[in-house]
């Protein structure tokens, strides 16, 4: 009989110890922002349906809120506004006791090391919907851009950490870098939703921060699902324009590209695990059909696997209980 010769993989395999010893990818809390939506009014804690677990608090149930969320070891949040009147121009976004700046200084005043990260976006406090300033049915470039600086500006005096420009406009980041700058902001980063493709999956999100566009849809200036090397255009242009961190969004349906943009760029990258991402695993697991707690811990690791350095995800709490369980 002739010798067989082949690979033995599993002795690497053969127990939890020499398992542990040859892990390649691990999930931290320091991994972790955790999404907030803030709403202006009282007494509110109302449940997202399509995103259960997930809530959106007035200021006097955000204490609580926090309270869990340092205990649990998370670093970072992000926080996303629902103002109580909508304009034409967002102009919520941008007031100095606009529901965004006077979470941040809640949150900053009680938890000093606690990072916030503040979403700059006009679409939750426009009255269109849309990420930018609206002209007949068009969505304009240049006018917008100097709005976004507005906002982060006032996010910044009010004491984020981090400014999160989401909308797509071209010459986001550019504006954003030299309003901070111009206003003694230097210091503060950005982490720029440089990679962000138009997508279903958003679906959740836009009733947890009441940001659906009332006409059209995002696709002239949200990315198309079926371009990889627009990508790439798009983290060069946020880098050249002074981007610290890059955010992917999604993340599921978007792990090359994750990797794509780890591989091109040496700065810290983000995969956003969006609310539609959320919604399809709870409901799942609400139903009995999958085990959420490997479901989720599986995809978590498939996006650090792929290249993200941290993970913007709803499951965030939940994940640093797990990780205490073992
Ligand atoms: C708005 C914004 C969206 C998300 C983050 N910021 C929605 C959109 O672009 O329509 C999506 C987040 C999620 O689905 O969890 N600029
Ligand atoms: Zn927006």
């Not at 020499?18 to 999404?35: F, Q, S």
């Not at 426009?126 to 990420?131: A, I, L, S, V, Y």
């Not at 965030?316 to 205490?324: G, N, Q, S, T």
Request: charged share 25%; aromatic share 8%.
């Amino acid at each position: 009989m002739t010798e067989l010769f082949f690979q033995r993989h599993r002795r690497l395999r053969q127990n939890a110890s020499m398992r542990a010893l040859v892990k390649e990818t691990y999930l931290h809390k320091e991994d972790l922002i955790y999404p907030i939506f803030v709403m202006e009014g009282e007494n509110i804690k109302n449940p997202v349906q399509s995103m259960p677990g997930v809530y959106q608090f007035s200021l006097d149930h955000l204490g609580a809120e926090i309270d869990e969320v340092v205990s649990l070891g998370i670093k970072a949040v992000i926080l996303f506004g629902l103002p109580a009147e909508k304009d034409a121009t967002g102009s919520g976004a941008y007031h100095d006791h606009g529901i965004v700046q006077e979470a941040t200084r809640f949150i900053k005043e009680r938890y000093p090391d606690l990072l916030v990260v503040a979403d700059t976006c006009l679409c939750e406090f426009t009255d269109h919907g849309h990420c930018g300033v609206v002209e007949g049915d068009q969505i304009l470039n240049d006018p917008s851009l100097n709005l976004l600086a507005k906002t982060a500006i006032s996010q910044a005096e009010a004491g984020a950490d981090i400014i999160a420009p989401s909308n797509m406009m071209d010459g986001f980041v550019a504006a954003i870098r030299a309003g901070l700058d111009a206003a003694g902001f230097e210091h503060i980063p950005i982490m720029s939703y440089a990679v962000k493709y138009a997508s279903g999956y958003y679906g959740p999100f836009r009733e947890a921060a009441d940001g659906a566009p009332k006409f059209g849809d995002r696709k002239t200036y949200q990315m198309d699902p079926s371009n990889r090397m627009e990508a790439i255009r798009e983290a060069t242009s946020d880098v050249e324009e002074g981007a610290d961190f890059l955010i992917v969004k999604p993340a599921l349906a978007y792990l090359d590209i994750i990797r794509d943009v780890k591989n091109n760029f040496p700065l810290p990258i983000v995969a956003y695990n969006v609310s539609g991402e959320y919604a399809m695993v709870k409901a799942a697991a609400l139903n009995g059909w999958i085990d959420e707690k490997s479901v989720v811990m599986e995809s978590l690791l498939g996006m650090k696997r792929a290249g993200s350095d941290l993970i913007i995800t709803y499951h965030a709490k939940d994940v640093c209980r797990w990780l205490e369980e073992k």
